[in-house]
């Protein structure tokens, strides 16, 4: 059906409206919140009525410099003012070579193909362990060990690469290669390595599954594996890169390097862009030609990139996640003390789940009175409230945080205080 032009330049539509016409058009594999956000400044942003929220969710862990940051701001507009908005990876601009080059700078990598999303990304990766093992390791290996509850994208080469059954369902056949681990069991992993495995492939952070944090046993013992039997290893800093557990990349952490390193949703401060990463010696498995993406390496994504790149490598900058983490992390605890419900916080940085019993609607039912009470947050793999904020936050945003979860949780369980 034709949009008569008069419904897309009549006046602004009030919320309602938007909801209902929303859920009609919208492709039913969403559920969004009824809620129409407008604008976004610092860590707040505001819905079509005006009404502010302190956004500890932050786009899905994507606007690591919140909302309307001067120079993201400044620099996407010079961009746009040049008029290229776009020039396909037939040509090179400045901001796509100044971003290879930052990321390769800041990494163990040599070089870096430029993506448009986490599961693009992910492809990419996949395909270059493939393609590695077959062409230059000149071995028949071509599967993939993934992990239980791990999550890296819904295109069908990074849903089979997902280990959860519940995103698969309707979609089989999955591609066939990808083999799934108990995440933190290192012995299970061992037992699933045969003639045919090219690469071990993980989040050192489960972000979607609940906030799960790999041990440092467990990583430099998937690092040893991999060089005994000549296995590459994949880390999907999707979520978990960019600053956000205070190092950043989270792999830093362990002073464990991986072979090839996926990075997305941060990474643009809410431009979409992913990348893929890895060392001269393993990308000899691409040619001209074995892979590509019409996007990939956009001016405008790649200016915003360089900008996030930019500041989130400032001096301090890290350190600074890092104690603001560990602040939030002590308020959570707090309020993991005063309710029985939750049984645990995790995470790293300021990537936190505060994990609670008692099923999937104990999580989502704080996320929805966080909401109510002006502060965004999710429920994560059903059972853990997920804290993923911009990481300009301040120590006030945490303590008004802290004051909304608490209520939150004290008006859904019946617990503690709430005020
Ligand atoms: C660790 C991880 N990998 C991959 C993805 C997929 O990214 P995208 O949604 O940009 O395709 C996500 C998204 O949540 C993620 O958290």
């Known amino acids: 059906m034709a949009i008569a032009r008069n419904e897309m330049t009549a006046k602004p539509k009030q919320a309602p409206e938007l909801i209902k016409s929303g859920r009609a058009t919208m492709s039913p594999s969403y559920n969004p919140r009824p809620l129409v956000l407008e604008r976004g400044q610092g860590v707040r942003v505001y819905d079509i009525d005006g009404r502010s929220y302190l956004d500890f969710l932050a786009g899905i862990a994507v606007n690591l410099l919140g909302y309307g940051h001067p120079s993201l701001t400044e620099a996407l507009r010079s961009r746009i003012e040049t008029g290229l908005l776009h020039t396909s990876n037939g040509f090179f601009t400045a901001p796509q070579v100044q971003l290879q080059c930052a990321l390769v700078e800041n990494s163990f990598a040599d070089r870096v193909f430029l993506a448009n999303s986490g599961a693009e990304a992910n492809e990419a990766a996949i395909k270059l362990a493939r393609r590695y093992q077959r062409t230059v390791a000149n071995t028949p290996r071509f599967e993939i060990i993934t992990f239980e509850n791990s999550f890296h994208g819904r295109t069908i080469g990074a849903l089979s690469a997902t280990g959860q059954p519940k995103y698969h369902e309707g979609f089989e056949p999955l591609v066939p290669g990808f083999l799934y681990a108990r995440f933190n069991d290192l012995a299970h992993v061992e037992s699933l390595i045969g003639e045919h495995t090219a ?131 002590s308020g959570c605890e707090e309020i993991a003390a005063a309710h029985e419900v939750v049984t645990e916080v995790r995470g790293l940085g300021l990537m936190l789940g505060i994990a609670v019993d008692g099923g999937p609607s104990v999580a989502g039912a704080v996320a929805d009175e966080c909401r109510a009470r002006g502060l965004l947050v999710n429920a994560a793999g059903g059972r853990a409230v997920r804290l993923v904020p911009p990481l300009v936050i301040t120590e006030a945003d945490i303590e008004e945080a802290l004051s909304i979860l608490g209520a939150a949780f004290a008006a859904v369980t019946g617990g503690g205080q709430d005020s």
């Open 199 to 329: 690469a071990i492939m993980l989040e050192p952070v489960q972000g979607e599954a609940g906030v799960f944090a790999a041990d440092q046993a467990f990583m430099s013992g998937l690092r040893d594996l991999c060089d005994k039997h000549g296995i590459l290893l994949i880390l999907d800093e999707i979520q978990c890169g960019m600053g956000r557990t205070g190092r950043l990349f989270a792999h830093e952490q362990y002073g464990v390097e991986p072979d090839i390193m996926t990075l997305a949703k941060g990474l643009g401060g809410g431009v979409p862009i992913g990348a893929m990463l890895a060392r001269d010696s393993v990308f000899a498995g691409f040619v001209p030609g074995s892979h590509a993406t019409t996007f990939g390496g956009n001016p405008v994504a790649a200016t915003a990139a360089l900008t996030v790149l930019g500041e989130v490598t400032a001096p301090g900058f890290c350190e600074r996640v890092k104690a603001l983490g560990d602040m939030l992390r």
